[in-house]
Structures are given as structure tokens and as C-alpha cells.
């Protein structure tokens, strides 16, 4: 955890402790989309990293069960009103979506204390969650307990 300017404690940003992994594995150019496609060891979260702009923002994770950011949307966690994340240069956007934006149906695992760099793009997988981060912007963590931008 890291004191922030606010006083509060956060999550360690991506890529402080861990191990990088092959980007490769997690490469998909499918019906799923053109990126770098993961979920959590628990499959909680799925996460993209995209190759191309995308109205899904470069990264974005979203969660079969989470709760909600401080600021954004309170989701019902149903089939139809998951919990979603997306980074942009401008910050964090929270959103509550009925698809599947940042799934992929063959997505690899990223094991705690992995992460996943594409680019400008860093993920970890933690115990505590999933952090992306994207540089010159906000990173944020997605779990079934947090949703935090930082």
C-alpha cells in the first residue's frame, strides 16, 4: 500500500514487485477484437488491452461481481449491469455495461504477481485485485471488493 496525496492508503501501482510476462499468450485478433485479452485467477475480472483506438479506451476491465467507485454508476452486478472500467488520456471512466467489452472467450490467465505491459499499458494481477495502469494517466483497481481510481 502507498500513502497518497489525500492521506488515504492505496494499491502499490502496476509494475512496482512483479513479474513481466510475454505479452504473446494473451494476443488475440479474433471476433473478440484486435488486443491483449485476460482474466483474474478467479475469473472475476476480464480485462483488454487494445492495439488500435477503440471506444473501449486503450485498457479496460470489467467484473462478474465488484462495487461501486466512488464516483460513477451503481451497477446491479446482474447478467445485464456489470461493473466496467476503461482508462483514457483524459482519466478513468466508469461504466455499467450489459456485454461482454473486455472478455474474450479463449483469454489466458494473468497469475498473481504477473504483469502484462502492451505499450503505454502495464496490468498486474494481485490478490487484491486487478490494477492497470496507463502512463500519463490514472490507474485503477477492479475487484469484487474495490473499484478505485488512483
Do not use: W
Not at 498486474?124 to 483497481?141: K, P, Q
Amino acid at each position: 500500500m502507498t500513502l497518497g496525496p489525500d492521506g488515504n492508503l492505496y494499491p502499490a501501482r502496476p509494475g512496482s514487485d512483479e513479474v513481466a510476462v510475454d505479452p504473446e499468450p494473451f494476443a488475440n485478433v479474433g471476433a473478440d477484437g484486435d488486443g491483449y485479452f485476460f482474466t483474474s485467477p478467479t475469473g472475476n475480472i476480464a480485462c483488454a488491452i487494445y492495439r488500435a483506438p477503440s471506444s473501449a479506451g486503450p485498457v479496460g476491465c470489467q467484473a462478474v461481481t465488484s462495487v461501486a467507485p466512488v464516483d460513477g454508476p451503481v451497477c446491479s452486478n446482474a447478467d445485464n449491469d456489470k461493473y466496467a472500467v476503461r482508462i483514457e488520456a483524459a482519466g478513468a471512466v466508469h461504466t455499467c455495461t450489459t456485454q461482454g467489452i473486455y472478455t474474450a472467450s479463449d483469454a489466458a490467465v494473468l497469475q498473481y504477481g504477473e504483469t502484462l505491459t502492451v505499450g503505454d499499458v502495464t496490468c498486474v494481477s494481485r490478490e487484491d485485485g486487478i490494477s492497470c495502469l496507463l502512463a500519463g494517466s490514472n490507474a485503477v483497481l477492479l475487484s469484487r471488493g474495490a473499484n478505485l481510481t488512483y
